[in-house]
Structure formats: C-alpha cells, structure tokens
C-alpha cells in the first residue's frame, strides 16, 4: 500500500504541514510500514522517518482482533531544534535551561489495538500506545523538567465502513 500522509500542527513559529509518503506491506500476520514526513510550511523545516511493525492475532470467532506493534521515529536537525530546544529567550520566559537540541531518535514506542466489527460496516476498536522519548529528546529540559519521558496514548474509535 502506497498513500500520502497530510499532517498540520502549530509549532510556535507557524504552521507545519507535514507531507510525504507511507509504504506498507503485510505478509500474511505481520505487517510493517516506513512513513517519511517533511514540513513543507516553514514551521519546523525539518522531517521525520517512521518505521514500525506489528503482528495481528485473531480470534476464533473471527470478528475480533489484536495488533501489536513496536515503532519509532527519527526527527531531523530542524524538528528536534523546533519541538525540544530552548534559545535564550524563550529560557527567560519560561525559566528553563538553554538547550540545543540535534537530530536522532526521538522515540521508540509499543502499540495494542483491539479491533470488534459489530457487522460488516461497524468497528470498534480500542487504541493504546506506550512510546519512551529518546537522545536528545528525552533530555531537552522542556521534557525533562516540566513533561515527561514516557508517552501513553490511549482511545476509543468506532468506525462505520461505506
């Protein structure tokens, strides 16, 4: 599967519409999958790479299933500054510690969805994600003093097929 990925996000010096390509395969239970996003609106400038892969379970009475996944993300020199560093006046405002932050990992994160089809058009699924910021990240002051190196991510969907 091949599609492109729109994301929008206000980042402080603008907005960032983050364009680019998702790659996925699937192979039978296993699945994996490469996105490639870049700020095209001069909000962060940089991009980030995603890679992740799961494995689907499901259950004997075929309408439930269960993904896991293990997942992480590369952010560039640009969008690590953007989101994890603090010039000097934004460490006056907020009384944080200068900090430059440079690319590399920014997370590594697991994932659990839990899918129902009530028929063929309804779904509901329950959605939880645990990811660690990493490097430079995990260590900018903006997360180490006032946030916090682990993320959860949790919810309820449903969805009606057409």
């Known amino acids: 599967m091949l599609r ?21 395969v699937k192979l039978g239970k296993i699945d994996a999958s490469l996105q490639l996003l870049k700020d095209v609106n001069a909000g962060h400038n940089g991009y980030l790479t ?8 499901t259950f004997a009475n075929k309408k439930t299933q269960l993904r896991t996944s293990v997942e992480t993300t590369y952010g560039s020199d640009d969008y690590m500054e953007s989101y994890f560093s603090i010039d000097t006046g934004n460490a006056i405002r907020s009384r944080l510690d200068r900090y430059d932050a440079s690319e590399g990992m920014r997370d590594a994160g697991l994932g659990l969805t839990l ?17 660690r910021l990493l490097s430079d990240a995990k260590d900018s002051p903006v997360v180490d003093d006032e946030g916090d190196e682990n993320q959860l991510v949790g919810g309820i969907l449903v969805t009606y097929r057409f």
Do not use: K
């Not at 492109?4 to 996925?24: K, S």
């Not at 899918?115 to 990811?131: A, C, E």
């Open 4 to 24: 492109t990925v729109l994301d929008c996000q206000d980042v402080g010096n603008g907005m960032a519409i983050e364009v680019g390509p998702f790659v996925a």
């Open 50 to 57: 995603t890679v992740e892969a799961g494995y689907t379970t």
């Open 115 to 131: 899918n129902h089809s009530l028929s063929p058009s309804w779904t509901v699924s329950g959605i939880f994600r645990y990811s």
